[in-house]
């Protein structure tokens, strides 16, 4: 059985814009790159030449990688959702108990987490600890870093 990859719908766009970039310009660029390394001569010491297959091996396992993800994509439209009680999509505001920080998380896919942007893999700790959690209740995450504390102050979704 094939297993559904969750994301939103903004994480499925920018995988498939990737995909595009790099199968419409990333690919015919490194075959050039092969192309004029390859005139060079000698193949067996053209480091130029392996360069390029190098490249050119990481961006075809990427595309492979970016075509199976989008082939077993399950989009969540996360504005038909709602509720007080955490799930994928969600958007939550937690206070750590300890320090009074404010942080802003929601909670996707593993394809689309992205940390800088305040967006977290439904498989982090954070986020299985916070799953099936409502409002005003306080969890505690066991992460690499240790145990923390933290009050959930809101959950949107947006």
Do not use: C
């Amino acid at each position: 059985m094939v297993e559904k990859v969750p994301m939103t719908a903004g994480g499925y766009a920018a995988l498939t814009d990737e995909l595009k970039k790099r199968q419409s310009v990333d690919r015919p660029r490194i075959i050039e790159h092969i192309a004029e390394a390859r005139s060079h001569g000698d193949l067996s010491e053209n480091a130029e030449y392996h360069a390029a297959k190098e490249e050119q091996s990481h961006n075809e396992g990427r595309i492979a990688e970016l075509e199976d993800k989008l082939a077993r994509a399950d989009i969540i439209d996360i504005s038909k959702l709602s509720g007080d009680t955490i799930k994928f999509g969600a958007t939550v505001t937690l206070i750590d108990e300890d320090t009074e920080k404010k942080a802003v998380w929601q909670i996707v896919g593993e394809a689309e987490a992205d940390a800088k942007k305040g967006k977290i893999s439904i498989t982090s700790p954070l986020a299985r600890a916070l799953i099936g959690k409502k409002m005003g209740t306080s969890v505690e995450v066991v992460a690499p870093g240790g145990a923390k504390a933290y009050e959930i102050a809101k959950v949107e979704w947006r």
